[in-house]
């Protein structure tokens, strides 16, 4: 498996919250991405970084913001968490090799963010 | 807005089986990705072909791409209990992947 960790596994918030995902990589691969999961959309795209403080928006980004500061580290917050933002978080990352920015991705296992 | 669709949205097959599955896509694609993903984790890459590919083999999975239909479909020989999982295609535009919903296949043992 590549290496990619996400933190926290599980959290439940109140709706008002501010919450931060963390995705981390070990693989020093160029692109993440954050992708939500829920059941009749499948995965949507949020947010993606094509290298250390570059990112740009995908195609459900209201209400969220991101962050990359180093290469490894790929953070998602939610500055005041909506019910509707109640899904399953999933951060992927791809090489990008030959600045191919659609070639294979790698996903961590996911955040389920319940948000009361 | 979803790149791909796949159909059927699930399908229940006997081990020893194969079962196929198929995709649409909407606009034009640099590749289509195939990944499974277990209950309960994240999503795994099973194979990729390019848009001036027709077909592609990879152990017991066979990829086709008709760029004319815009179309594609997955198949797998001789299914195993362990491939039980859901399926999504990714059409892959110029700058990101978009997801299709996905098929849940369950193979029977």
């Known amino acids: 498996d590549a290496g990619i960790t996400q933190s926290p596994r599980h959290k439940v918030t109140e709706t008002g919250t501010p919450v931060t995902l963390r995705c981390h990589q070990t693989e020093n691969h160029r692109y993440m991405y954050w992708y939500r999961q829920d059941p009749g959309h499948g995965l949507r795209l949020i947010h993606y970084?094509?290298?250390?403080?570059?990112?740009d928006k995908g195609e459900v980004s209201d209400g969220y913001s991101v962050s990359r500061s180093k290469t490894e580290d790929f953070l998602l917050t939610l500055e005041s968490a909506t019910s509707s933002q109640t899904s399953v978080y999933f951060c992927?990352?791809?090489?990008?090799?030959?600045?191919?920015?659609?070639?294979?991705?790698?996903f961590g296992p996911g955040t389920r963010l319940t948000v009361l | 807005s979803q790149q791909g669709e796949e159909d059927p949205q699930a399908l229940s097959i006997q081990e020893g089986e194969n079962a196929t599955m198929n995709c649409s896509y909407k606009?034009?694609?640099?590749?289509l990705q195939w990944y499974r993903q277990n209950s309960g984790r994240g999503l795994v890459h099973l194979i990729l072909?390019?848009?001036?590919?027709r077909e592609k083999h990879s152990g017991r999975l066979r990829v086709t791409l008709d760029t004319s239909k815009k179309s594609s479909s997955l198949l797998i020989t001789a299914s195993r209990a362990a491939d039980t999982a859901s399926y999504f295609c990714?059409?892959?535009?110029?700058?990101?992947?978009?997801f299709g919903k996905g098929t849940k296949l369950s193979v029977i043992p």
């Open positions: 606009t034009s694609i640099n590749n």
């Open positions: 072909i390019r848009s001036n590919e």
């Open positions: 990714a059409g892959a535009g110029s700058y990101q992947l978009t």
């Open positions: 970084s094509y290298g250390v403080k570059d990112t």
């Open positions: 992927a990352i791809s090489e990008g090799l030959a600045g191919e920015r659609t070639d294979t991705q790698y």
